[in-house]
């Protein structure tokens, strides 16, 4: 595996190493929810990328949402996983290899964004302090 870069946001980097330290049992959640691990490659540096989404899942698959809290442009995660599809999935002890798609079907975005919300209510919030619409993959 390519050189692992942590996040240049502490709190986020401090997440991640918690998680995987601990094998998944600690650093898990977030406001009580829970968070999964996604590793995927930096699209510019070839590095490994690790970054820490709300748990959404739709039957073994799971949605993952580049909401990065509202902010007016997407993450720099989204440009990852257009570049690249694949990445690894922890959710918990639990790691999956799988591949992560841009939904862009009006119809299956909604019915995913629904999941998404009723995971993780602020997602709403988020989209509504925003003009982008906010990217939903789903990694399967
Ligand atoms: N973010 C979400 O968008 N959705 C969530 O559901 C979510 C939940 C969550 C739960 C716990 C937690 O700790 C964090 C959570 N976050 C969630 C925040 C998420 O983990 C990311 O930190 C956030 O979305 C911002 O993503 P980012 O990729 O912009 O990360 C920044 C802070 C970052 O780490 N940047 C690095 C840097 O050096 O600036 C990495 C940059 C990178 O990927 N570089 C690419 C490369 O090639 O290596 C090039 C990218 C380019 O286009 O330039």
Avoid at 40 to 61: C, F, H, I, S, Y
């Amino acid at each position: 595996m390519n050189k692992y870069i942590p996040s240049t946001s502490k709190w986020v980097a401090d997440q991640v190493e918690l998680y995987e330290a601990s094998g998944g049992t600690e650093g898990t959640t977030l406001r009580g929810l829970p968070v999964i691990l996604v590793t995927n490659t930096g699209w510019k540096t070839g590095a490994t990328r690790k970054t820490p989404l709300m748990k959404v899942t739709d039957g073994n698959r799971y949605i993952l949402i580049a909401s990065q809290g509202g902010a007016p442009k997407h993450p720099l995660w989204y440009h990852n996983l257009k570049a690249d599809s694949k990445v690894e999935i922890r959710d918990g002890v639990n790691v999956y290899p799988m591949v992560a798609k841009e939904i862009n079907n009006t119809n299956e975005r909604s019915r995913l964004w629904k999941l998404a919300v009723e995971a993780f209510p602020p997602y709403q919030e988020y989209q509504n302090k925003t003009e982008r619409t906010i990217p939903v993959f789903l990694a399967e």
